[in-house]
């Protein structure tokens, strides 16, 4: 009747190792982690393999995990099949990590499973730069197949003459060529899937970007009708089947005046699902936890229809004040102040939408 | 404007040890923990300093931590002087553990306090415990005045006869002798004090004991009228008072036809406020934190009238079952299966009375 407890490695020891581990104690797992250093977010939440210091320390972490997973998209594909060569899983696996390390792939495998996405265009040189945006129209925005995220590695086209200055500045790489969404909100949806292919669902979520960096998220997204939930859950379904995935996928979505447009999708717990810590009855941590040691996916019920999460990005901010804020709740990560870095984010749970916005209103000094 | 962080050292590293870092490190807090081995439930959500393996392993606390807290009332006094000598605080300090390490004192306390008490009687010979069972009258109970936890290290007196056997089997040493309480159940109320004074009060809650160890909290308790309520938060507020209390507080209360009678307090966080962790607005594990860190204290509010908490006791159990329950947290310690161990606990959170029982019915194999 002992539960599955289970050697759980993280490849990464940021904030989403950190957040993972918390979730995961509670289920009687235990955790290391395959980062940098020691003052990594999650190096006081488990054992720490560190590649900088150490240099056996992947093989230590294969000696000593039963699982591993990855907190970002970016992995190194070697790393991962060192370890899988050592019989150790990696989850949610290496297909997962083959298409979204690569916008091309990725949004073409969106096209053969009927996700819709914006007009696109793969490049690899100046003349074919030029030539995509002909064929696609104008505004239109380059990204790197490859590489960036919280919108570098982006420039966006609104003029032919751009296109040389989109081509230095972007590098002289392979791009991908996207048109433009007119888009009237951002929406996610993250998901999670058992290793027997159970699948749950949170509900879709609105996610305000500001400099291209997650700033706020409301859950669930208001004024959602049943149809665009559904055909949200049937794209995620879809990916996941195919990936044969285990654990939380999250799918960032345009929602336009024709309806759901796919932009990308991120194989690991994603910041527009931190609000579910608080905000719903499984976290996205918790699940993919649960996910990965083959326990039963909980309940993604959002405990009420007035959640927030807020960033904390930068500098930390009156953080007493809002400690002081009912049903608000400080989630630091243990970094040092930056420009841009997110270093925490803030859950808001309320019992009405008065009570959300006068409780937002309190936190708006963490909002640009 | 970046929050206080600390180092908060931890006397012990079982379970309650966990749950404070649980609830601290997204505070940004961070923890260690003055132990036995490095297989404690707490041993990896923190540094471990072994007392049983390094021989400085005390001094070494004492240069890491900026403050320290116990997970028992049972800390040796001699182990806090010395961390006291050295200049770093412990909290909720000397005072309430020189209370509550002694049955006599602590009563005695009571009732100073204005806090109704059992009648007792602290005696040292089995001709003294025999003159206070005819003062106090039968049923009566004999306790040690100092150790025991759990129902261990007691006596329920029914007949004048069983006078020497109570004494023989309690070790002959000091004793308090108290009246029966004929209570209609048992309730406990936890409150936080903040080191600036602020006083947080969590609802009264009902606990279910069996051989005497909790198995059920039900929280808050049903049918308390307002008066209640106000007396026991008026019994916690002056006993924080009284010993300046920083930290959180448990205060155990027998509901009885002529009102509470006081059974005796925890000087740190408590089984029975285990349910605050989903239960309420802010987990007593994180108020404790905010006190020892002189954060502001977070609102005390039950999430929802109809929560539950049912302990994991000696064996595991079906914890894959009550996992596909929405509403339903399991927390594990980490700890082998052992006859009377607390393993863990169950937090159920439903919105109706109809749902939480049809929860705790599915439960039922956690409890006796």
Known sequence: MTPITR?????????LGRMLAMAGYPLGQKFGFYGFSKDEPSAMLGHMFTH????????QLINWADVVTY????????VVDAIEAAGVPVLPGRDALYYSQHRGREKTLFRELGIPTAPFRVVDSEA???QAV???????????????YDGKGQYRLKTAVEVPEA???LGGRELIVEGFVPFERELSMLAARGRDGQMVFWPLVENVHHEGILRLTRAPAEDVDPDTEQAAQGYLRRLMERLDYVGVLALELFDTADGLVA?????RVHNSGHWSIEGADTSQFENHVRALVGLPLGSTRPVSPWCAMINIIGETGPVEEALRLPGVHVHLY????????????????????????ARLQVLAPFLP
Do not use: C, F, Y
């Not at 050697?7 to 904030?15: E, P, R, V």
């Not at 002909?134 to 960036?148: C, F, H, M, S, V």
């Not at 243990?334 to 916005?357: F, M, Q, T």
């Open 7 to 15: 050697n759980i490695g993280i490849l990464g020891a940021g904030q």
């Open 52 to 59: 900088d210091d150490e240099v056996d320390a992947l093989e």
């Open 71 to 78: 907190e970002s998209e970016n992995t190194d594909p070697a």
């Open 128 to 130: 074919a730069l030029a």
């Open 134 to 148: 002909r064929e696609i129209g104008l505004p239109a925005i380059a990204k790197t197949t490859t590489g960036g």
């Open 167 to 169: 081509w230095r500045t």
């Open 263 to 267: 932009n990308e999708m991120a194989p």
């Open 334 to 357: 243990d970094k040092a102040e930056r420009p841009g870095r997110k270093l925490g984010h803030i859950n808001v749970v309320a019992g009405s939408r008065h009570e959300l916005e």
